[in-house]
């Protein structure tokens, strides 16, 4: 990518580049977390800050706020829910951001080159595509995408535009654990891989949820924006709307994508650290979902979560290499090679070729070179800001890069459509992208947008 930034100042610059020569020096610490936490705690001039526009200020993009605030500031913020807005404004702008209920008027102003998106799944793909179009840098919450065509119109645009895209899968800027896993897996320490597996819990239940009245301040028809038109649904905790629309079809995958693009991402990435570069060649499974799924796989009630609570899918790749995605045993990835197996999560990294590092180490600039020796600043959340603030400066890909991202959400979406057929094997085309021979299970690959809400520009 060679995106350059019109905004581009020479303090900025001098921040960043200070950064990384910073971390080059710590990456060169056998154990260099401590160091790289300490750096990570370096704050800028107020006037140094990167202005960022923020769209979707919920959990997710109020917390990644405060994770980036030294480096940047909020200067316009942009909901659908008029209480959000009013709270993240005080939270995180000091009360001074620029509010808006259309998004599309952040992508207007020219002062603002970066943004952050952290609004549903279902309202990735569009505003994406619209920031990236309008010009903008843009670090995106993960998934990406509902389905497998809207990543290929995501990939089309990204190439067209040469725009940074960040996607929030922060685990591969968490350097102690996962980063490390990935430098233990190409220096070669597991041999040829042959499993991996990505355990990453099953959605909840829910009782049947009534229509309630819509809360005050709510844009109800804009929060559903591309889905299909729907009653408004509450009762004590449970909704399809804030927070808990991940486990509805019609706005997420479910724990298949909610924490399958963090686990599956790792494992995925692990394969291709070791030269597993084609494929999937098939996927299917078991699954249970909360409630029963028609034969053109659309859940028989509407009234409750539908995702699937329970699940166990097999993918095949060319080799006989092979990845399991399950619902049970302990949340983390599992990456077996014929030399040893690790397990890592977000609290440990263990096996034998972990401990095996006592005695030979990592070369200095293993985990560095994974990361594609970009700056590592901080840890996992930070880190990940960080690096987006770094390659939007410099015109540079950043870790969690669209193309990778698509790669694994691809294995992702075709467990959910395998999902919606009882987990069914589905042959896949990854050449073409396209399910082989099952009409049913390709209708999934694309979604219609509701009237009014299809993505602009393209
Ligand atoms: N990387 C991670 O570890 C991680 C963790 C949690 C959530 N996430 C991701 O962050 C995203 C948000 O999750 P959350 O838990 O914060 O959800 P949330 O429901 O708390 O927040 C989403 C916000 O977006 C707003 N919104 C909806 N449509 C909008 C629109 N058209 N324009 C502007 N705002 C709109 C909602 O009103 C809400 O305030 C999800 O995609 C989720 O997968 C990532």
Redesign the pocket.
């Known amino acids: 990518m060679t995106s350059q930034n019109p905004s581009s100042n020479k303090s900025r610059r001098s921040f960043l580049k200070k950064s990384a020569g910073a971390a080059s020096a710590a990456v060169a610490a056998p154990y260099f977390f401590t160091a790289q936490t300490a750096q990570g705690e370096e704050t800028v001039s107020k006037n140094d800050k990167v202005p960022i526009g923020l ?10 706020m405060r994770s980036a605030a030294k480096w940047v500031d909020v200067v316009a913020i ?4 008029q209480n ?2 009013q709270k ?1 404004n005080k939270d995180l702008g000091g009360g001074k951001a620029d509010l ?4 599309r008027e952040i992508l207007e102003r020219d002062d603002i080159k970066a943004l952050h ?5 279902h ?2 793909t ?2 994406l595509i619209e920031a990236m179009l309008a010009g903008k840098d843009i670090y995106c ?3 990406l995408t509902l389905t497998i065509d809207e990543g290929k119109q995501i990939r089309k645009v990204q190439k067209e535009t040469g725009r940074i895209v960040q996607v ?4 591969r800027s968490t350097f102690p654990l996962f980063t490390k896993a990935m430098a233990i897996v190409a220096d070669g320490r597991l041999g040829h891989i042959h499993k991996v597996q990505a355990a990453i819990g099953g959605a909840p239940t829910s009782k049947a949820i009534p229509v309630a009245d819509i809360p005050e301040g ?1 844009d109800w028809d ?2 559903l ?1 591309p889905a299909p038109k729907v009653d408004y649904r509450h009762e004590g905790k449970a909704t399809n ?6 486990w509805w079809y019609e706005y ?1 995958g479910g724990k298949l ?2 924490w399958g ?2 686990h599956v991402d790792i494992a995925n990435w692990a394969l291709k650290l070791n030269g597993q570069t084609a494929g999937p060649l098939s996927i299917g499974g078991s699954v249970q979902h909360p409630v029963e799924f028609d034969e053109n796989g659309y859940p028989k009630q509407n009234d409750r979560y539908n995702t699937a609570t329970k699940f166990q899918f097999d993918v095949a790749f060319p080799g006989g290499t092979e990845m399991i995605i399950r619902d049970d045993t302990d949340n983390g990835v599992m990456i077996e090679g014929d030399k040893g197996r690790i397990f890592v999560n977000r609290g440990k990294l263990v096996g034998a070729p972990v401990d095996a590092l006592k005695d030979n180490p990592l070369p200095e600039d293993a985990i560095q070179k994974v990361y594609k020796n970009l700056p590592m600043v901080g840890n996992a ?1 930070a880190a990940h800001w960080a690096c987006f603030l770094h390659c939007h400066k410099e015109g540079l890909e950043p870790i969690s890069d669209v193309h990778s991202h698509m790669e694994m959400l691809n294995i992702c979406h075709l467990a959910g459509i395998s999902a919606r057929f009882g987990g069914r094997t589905l042959k896949w085309d990854a050449a073409n992208e396209q399910i082989v021979g099952d009409d049913q299970a390709n209708a999934f690959l694309t979604r219609k947008y509701r009237d009014g809400y299809e993505i602009e520009g393209v």
């Not at 808006?100 to 998004?103: A, E, I, K, R, V």
């Not at 929030?168 to 685990?171: A, N, V």
Request: charged content about 25%.
């Open positions: 769209i979707g200020a919920g959990g997710m993009g109020t917390g990644n942009a909901d659908v829910d959000r807005l993240a808006y209920s259309d998004y998106i952290a609004t549903p799944d309202w990735h569009k505003p919450e993960k998934p929030g899968t922060q685990q709510l804009r929060w924006g709307c804030h927070y808990e629309f991940r997420s994508t909610d693009a963090h959340r």
